[in-house]
């Protein structure tokens, strides 16, 4: 058993110590503009704004990129999106030109790569809707239908009804011209990766209809905690549902977690003993602080009544004298006062290592990890001085 009395115990006996410092001295009597707004390449489709009418020979629409005005208080975006050039946007128109005069031509394919190109530098409803129409004349049913649909929200936006209402009628003819695939996986697959001809499909499309373009499509599923790979060519016919349940072989065991055994915590290491001290010698201490509270306190008292008696009927020329009995006598009644605090606090050392040992101490465990029983061993007492993080003081070891 250990104890630790700091440095603050010792100062707050000290304070709250008896001894004539208790009563307050009286101080002695005195004797008498704006440019084209542009859009960087591929922004939201419900951000894009409505095209120009779609005719064939229709100018390139060019629509402001930006995201949409923010509320005064509302900070601004971290990193505005680069803005086209003038240079880059005479070449897209330049390229939109070309595009429309392929498709006048029926070169489609030449007319969708310069669409394609000119995507990625601004957009515009009217570009979606001739990328549309390139992707059906090439038999891209799901990739026209795409294209068309964000045409759609575009012109609506800009109230482009002629555009919007063209763009409507090739959705609707495209949705019946489309096939769809369903998977199924089993309940507990996990980290699911699905393939269509190569292209990767979002796992949230699973068990959902993920729309096709019909004819032969290759099908590839796999799963971390399965261990075969499903693969299916399907023939996916115009209208229909294909239904496909991926097989992928046994499930994996997941090697469990072998349990760690539990850690017993390490004993907390005691400070090292210091000099061993006679409780006798701690009582001899004690007594004198006593004896010297008891005389400085009596010394301090007979002053104080010396200066009291003086200051009631002052003499002339006495106030020097008086000032100093005033001062002596606190000085002798605080010197009491801290030798009154530190005798209780030797007195309670005392009593504490007279204190007959009673205190069972703990066995260590045995092979079997039961606990012995308890051995009482009274053992010492030991007295030593630390100094920690937390303060300073003496520490006291031994058995109660």
């Not at 009804?161 to 507990?188: F, M, N, Y």
């Amino acid at each position: 058993m250990e104890h630790r009395i700091t440095i603050g115990g010792v100062v707050f006996f000290a304070v709250v110590g008896v001894g004539p410092a208790a009563s307050a001295d009286p101080s002695p009597q005195a004797e008498g503009r704006a440019p084209l707004p542009v859009v960087a390449s591929a922004p939201p489709p419900a951000a894009a704004s409505a095209p120009p009418p779609a005719a064939a020979s229709a100018p390139l629409s060019v629509v402001a990129s930006g995201p949409p005005p923010a509320a005064a208080s509302a900070p601004p975006p971290a990193a505005a999106p680069r803005q086209p050039s003038a240079a880059e946007l005479a070449s897209a128109r330049r390229l939109f030109a070309l595009g429309l005069a392929a498709e006048d031509q029926g070169r489609w394919a030449e007319a969708l790569e310069a669409y394609e190109r000119i995507r990625k530098i601004v957009v515009s409803p009217s570009l979606l809707y001739h990328l549309g129409a390139c992707h059906e004349a090439l038999g891209h049913v799901v990739e026209a239908l795409n294209a068309f649909e964000l045409a759609l929200s575009g012109a609506t936006a800009r109230r482009e009804l002629a555009l919007a209402r063209e763009s409507r009628s090739r959705i609707e003819k495209l949705r019946v011209r489309t096939s769809q695939i369903v998977l199924r996986l089993p309940e507990h697959a996990a980290g699911v990766h699905v393939e269509i001809d190569g292209e990767p499909i979002n796992p949230a499309l699973v068990g959902a209809a993920i729309l096709v373009t019909p004819g032969e499509r290759r099908v590839v599923v796999r799963a971390e905690n399965y261990a075969e790979r499903f693969e299916a060519t399907v023939q996916a016919e115009t209208g229909a549902i294909v239904e496909l349940r991926a097989e992928l072989g046994s499930r994996r065991q997941v090697a469990s977690a072998r349990p760690l055994a539990p850690t017993r915590a390490a004993p907390l290491r005691a400070p090292a003993p210091g000099p061993r001290i006679s409780p006798v010698a701690v009582v001899g201490a004690a007594a004198a602080l006593a004896a010297g509270a008891v005389v400085t306190g009596v010394i301090a008292y007979d002053v104080r009544h010396t200066f009291l008696k003086k200051n009631a009927n002052p003499a002339p020329g006495s106030l020097d004298e008086r000032q100093a009995l005033r001062d002596r006598g606190q000085a002798l009644a605080v010197t009491s006062t801290v030798l009154t605090g530190a005798a209780l606090v030797a007195g309670g050392f005392a009593t504490y290592l007279f204190w007959p040992s009673s205190s069972p101490r703990a066995a260590p465990a045995d092979t079997a990890g039961r606990q012995a029983r308890p051995a009482r061993a009274p053992g010492p007492t030991a007295l030593s001085p630390w100094i920690g993080l937390d303060g300073a003081g003496v520490a006291v070891r031994g058995a109660l």
